[in-house]
Protein backbone atom coordinates (compact mmCIF):
# COMPACT_ATOMS: atom_id res chain seq x y z
CA UNK A 1 0.00 0.00 0.00
CA UNK A 2 2.09 3.34 0.47
CA UNK A 3 5.00 2.80 -2.25
CA UNK A 4 4.81 0.99 -5.69
CA UNK A 5 6.55 -1.61 -4.71
CA UNK A 6 4.89 -2.42 -1.68
CA UNK A 7 1.44 -2.15 -3.53
CA UNK A 8 2.21 -4.85 -5.87
CA UNK A 9 3.51 -7.35 -3.21
CA UNK A 10 0.36 -6.14 -1.84
CA UNK A 11 -1.74 -7.30 -4.45
CA UNK A 12 0.13 -10.48 -4.90
CA UNK A 13 -0.49 -11.62 -0.86
CA UNK A 14 -3.48 -10.76 -0.39
CA UNK A 15 -4.97 -12.72 -3.51
CA UNK A 16 -3.68 -15.88 -1.13
CA UNK A 17 -5.53 -15.08 1.99
CA UNK A 18 -8.11 -17.38 2.89
CA UNK A 19 -11.57 -16.04 4.78
CA UNK A 20 -10.79 -15.58 8.51
CA UNK A 21 -12.88 -14.00 11.24
CA UNK A 22 -11.62 -10.23 11.92
CA UNK A 23 -12.38 -7.79 14.43
CA UNK A 24 -14.29 -4.04 14.61
CA UNK A 25 -12.66 -2.49 11.51
CA UNK A 26 -10.33 0.02 12.68
CA UNK A 27 -9.71 1.79 9.08
CA UNK A 28 -10.33 5.01 10.60
CA UNK A 29 -7.39 4.88 13.39
CA UNK A 30 -5.04 3.37 10.05
CA UNK A 31 -6.28 6.42 8.02
CA UNK A 32 -5.27 9.05 10.51
CA UNK A 33 -2.06 7.33 11.05
CA UNK A 34 -1.36 8.06 7.12
CA UNK A 35 -2.69 11.39 7.13
CA UNK A 36 -0.52 12.19 9.70
CA UNK A 37 2.50 10.85 7.97
CA UNK A 38 1.49 12.75 4.83
CA UNK A 39 1.32 15.86 6.74
CA UNK A 40 4.77 15.19 8.41
CA UNK A 41 7.81 17.75 6.78
CA UNK A 42 9.65 14.70 5.80
CA UNK A 43 9.87 10.58 7.02
CA UNK A 44 12.09 7.90 5.94
CA UNK A 45 11.27 4.33 4.90
CA UNK A 46 13.80 1.68 5.52
CA UNK A 47 12.61 -1.51 3.41
CA UNK A 48 13.90 -5.37 3.29
CA UNK A 49 11.97 -7.70 0.86
CA UNK A 50 12.31 -11.15 -1.37
CA UNK A 51 12.31 -10.61 -4.48
CA UNK A 52 13.32 -12.34 -7.97
CA UNK A 53 16.91 -11.51 -7.56
CA UNK A 54 17.43 -12.56 -4.18
CA UNK A 55 17.07 -10.14 -1.21
CA UNK A 56 16.56 -6.56 -1.66
CA UNK A 57 17.23 -3.41 0.35
CA UNK A 58 15.41 0.14 -0.65
CA UNK A 59 16.28 3.03 1.78
CA UNK A 60 13.41 5.97 0.39
CA UNK A 61 13.31 9.67 1.78
CA UNK A 62 10.02 11.63 1.23
CA UNK A 63 9.50 15.25 1.68
CA UNK A 64 5.82 15.94 0.53
CA UNK A 65 4.76 17.38 -1.76
CA UNK A 66 7.33 16.56 -4.78
CA UNK A 67 10.32 15.37 -3.13
CA UNK A 68 12.02 11.83 -3.20
CA UNK A 69 15.11 10.13 -2.58
CA UNK A 70 15.33 6.37 -3.61
CA UNK A 71 18.38 4.18 -2.70
CA UNK A 72 18.31 0.82 -3.68
CA UNK A 73 20.92 -2.52 -3.68
CA UNK A 74 20.36 -6.07 -4.12
CA UNK A 75 22.17 -9.42 -3.26
CA UNK A 76 23.53 -10.01 -6.62
CA UNK A 77 24.06 -6.73 -7.65
CA UNK A 78 24.91 -4.69 -4.01
CA UNK A 79 26.27 -1.28 -5.76
CA UNK A 80 23.77 0.75 -4.84
CA UNK A 81 21.49 2.96 -7.36
CA UNK A 82 20.46 6.37 -5.96
CA UNK A 83 17.30 7.95 -7.58
CA UNK A 84 16.01 11.59 -6.81
CA UNK A 85 12.69 12.97 -7.76
CA UNK A 86 12.43 16.70 -7.80
CA UNK A 87 8.96 17.65 -8.94
CA UNK A 88 8.62 16.45 -12.88
CA UNK A 89 12.40 16.03 -13.06
CA UNK A 90 14.47 12.69 -11.80
CA UNK A 91 17.97 12.04 -11.57
CA UNK A 92 19.52 8.59 -10.65
CA UNK A 93 23.18 7.48 -10.40
CA UNK A 94 24.71 3.46 -9.63
CA UNK A 95 28.47 5.41 -9.72
CA UNK A 96 29.76 8.49 -9.81
CA UNK A 97 27.94 10.71 -11.92
CA UNK A 98 24.51 11.95 -12.06
CA UNK A 99 22.22 11.57 -15.38
CA UNK A 100 19.02 12.86 -16.12
CA UNK A 101 15.94 10.16 -16.48
CA UNK A 102 13.62 9.73 -19.45
CA UNK A 103 10.44 11.38 -18.75
CA UNK A 104 8.36 8.14 -18.65
CA UNK A 105 10.69 6.72 -16.01
CA UNK A 106 10.40 10.47 -14.19
CA UNK A 107 6.64 9.84 -14.21
CA UNK A 108 6.92 6.30 -13.07
CA UNK A 109 8.82 8.21 -9.99
CA UNK A 110 5.90 10.42 -9.89
CA UNK A 111 2.78 7.58 -9.71
CA UNK A 112 5.17 6.11 -6.74
CA UNK A 113 5.39 9.12 -5.09
CA UNK A 114 1.57 9.93 -5.62
CA UNK A 115 1.37 6.18 -4.38
CA UNK A 116 2.72 7.35 -1.04
CA UNK A 117 1.30 10.28 -0.60
CA UNK A 118 -1.94 9.34 -2.06
CA UNK A 119 -5.49 9.06 -0.14
CA UNK A 120 -6.12 5.54 0.83
CA UNK A 121 -9.30 5.55 2.13
CA UNK A 122 -10.95 3.50 -1.09
CA UNK A 123 -7.71 1.17 -1.50
CA UNK A 124 -7.19 -0.18 2.22
CA UNK A 125 -9.50 -2.75 2.57
CA UNK A 126 -10.83 -3.57 6.37
CA UNK A 127 -8.68 -3.40 9.34
CA UNK A 128 -8.48 -5.40 12.07
CA UNK A 129 -7.50 -4.13 15.53
CA UNK A 130 -5.01 -6.17 17.60
CA UNK A 131 -4.35 -4.30 20.83
CA UNK A 132 -0.41 -3.12 21.55
CA UNK A 133 2.36 -5.59 21.23
CA UNK A 134 6.25 -4.68 22.10
CA UNK A 135 8.50 -4.54 18.99
CA UNK A 136 12.37 -3.91 20.06
CA UNK A 137 11.17 -2.34 23.65
CA UNK A 138 8.46 0.19 21.95
CA UNK A 139 4.80 -0.19 22.56
CA UNK A 140 3.42 -0.37 19.23
CA UNK A 141 -0.64 -0.12 18.32
CA UNK A 142 -0.94 -3.63 16.08
CA UNK A 143 -3.12 -3.67 13.03
CA UNK A 144 -4.17 -6.59 10.46
CA UNK A 145 -4.99 -5.16 7.19
CA UNK A 146 -6.91 -7.60 4.50
CA UNK A 147 -8.66 -7.43 1.34
CA UNK A 148 -12.80 -6.71 1.74
CA UNK A 149 -13.04 -9.89 -0.32
CA UNK A 150 -10.97 -12.28 2.30
CA UNK A 151 -12.68 -11.48 5.24
CA UNK A 152 -15.18 -13.53 7.17
CA UNK A 153 -17.71 -12.12 9.58
CA UNK A 154 -16.92 -9.42 12.38
CA UNK A 155 -16.08 -10.69 16.08
CA UNK A 156 -17.29 -8.06 19.00
CA UNK A 157 -16.84 -10.35 21.55
CA UNK A 158 -14.99 -9.45 24.78
CA UNK A 159 -11.92 -11.54 24.29
CA UNK A 160 -11.76 -10.89 20.41
CA UNK A 161 -8.14 -9.38 20.19
CA UNK A 162 -6.91 -11.98 21.93
CA UNK A 163 -8.65 -14.94 20.46
CA UNK A 164 -7.06 -12.87 17.03
CA UNK A 165 -4.15 -13.40 18.09
CA UNK A 166 -4.00 -17.25 19.05
CA UNK A 167 -5.33 -17.73 15.27
CA UNK A 168 -2.84 -16.04 14.21
CA UNK A 169 -0.43 -17.98 15.54
CA UNK A 170 -1.73 -21.05 14.38
CA UNK A 171 -2.23 -20.05 10.76
CA UNK A 172 0.26 -20.00 7.56
CA UNK A 173 -1.43 -17.60 5.45
CA UNK A 174 0.62 -14.18 3.81
CA UNK A 175 -1.21 -10.92 5.76
CA UNK A 176 -0.22 -7.20 6.18
CA UNK A 177 0.58 -5.80 9.57
CA UNK A 178 0.92 -2.47 10.45
CA UNK A 179 2.22 -0.32 13.15
CA UNK A 180 1.71 2.52 14.71
CA UNK A 181 3.20 4.95 17.54
CA UNK A 182 -0.10 5.14 19.86
CA UNK A 183 2.24 8.34 21.41
CA UNK A 184 2.38 10.07 18.14
CA UNK A 185 0.13 8.54 15.86
CA UNK A 186 2.15 7.89 13.40
CA UNK A 187 3.22 4.67 11.47
CA UNK A 188 6.42 2.64 11.97
CA UNK A 189 6.72 -0.46 10.49
CA UNK A 190 4.36 -2.52 7.74
CA UNK A 191 4.73 -5.98 7.28
CA UNK A 192 4.05 -8.60 4.88
CA UNK A 193 4.57 -12.26 6.45
CA UNK A 194 2.76 -15.68 7.08
CA UNK A 195 1.13 -15.25 10.21
CA UNK A 196 2.94 -18.06 11.93
CA UNK A 197 6.19 -16.77 10.69
CA UNK A 198 5.92 -12.50 11.57
CA UNK A 199 9.33 -12.90 12.74
CA UNK A 200 10.41 -13.86 9.13
CA UNK A 201 8.78 -11.30 6.66
CA UNK A 202 8.47 -11.20 2.78
CA UNK A 203 8.52 -7.73 2.84
CA UNK A 204 9.23 -5.16 5.92
CA UNK A 205 9.16 -1.38 6.24
CA UNK A 206 10.65 1.02 9.25
CA UNK A 207 9.23 4.37 9.03
CA UNK A 208 11.62 7.37 10.96
CA UNK A 209 10.96 11.06 10.88
CA UNK A 210 14.34 12.15 11.46
CA UNK A 211 15.06 16.16 11.49
CA UNK A 212 17.23 17.47 8.62
CA UNK A 213 16.33 15.45 5.46
CA UNK A 214 17.05 17.42 2.26
CA UNK A 215 16.22 16.45 -1.11
CA UNK A 216 17.72 18.91 -4.10
CA UNK A 217 18.59 18.39 -7.88
CA UNK A 218 21.72 16.97 -7.94
CA UNK A 219 24.41 19.37 -9.39
Known amino acids: MRTFLAATLATSLLA ?18 LDKQRKAPSFRMESNMVSERGPVKMSV ?60 RGTIGTVACLGTTAIDGQE ?43 KTGLPMRSVFARANKLDKPIFKAIYTYPAGITIDAPK
Open 16 to 33: LCAAAPVLADCKDEVLAA
Open 61 to 120: DYMPPDRMRQVVSSAIDPQPVESILVGGKAWSKDGDAWKELALDIAGDMVNQLDETLGDD
Open 140 to 182: LTAYRVENDAQIGPVDKSPDAAEKARAALADEGRPLRMFYVDP
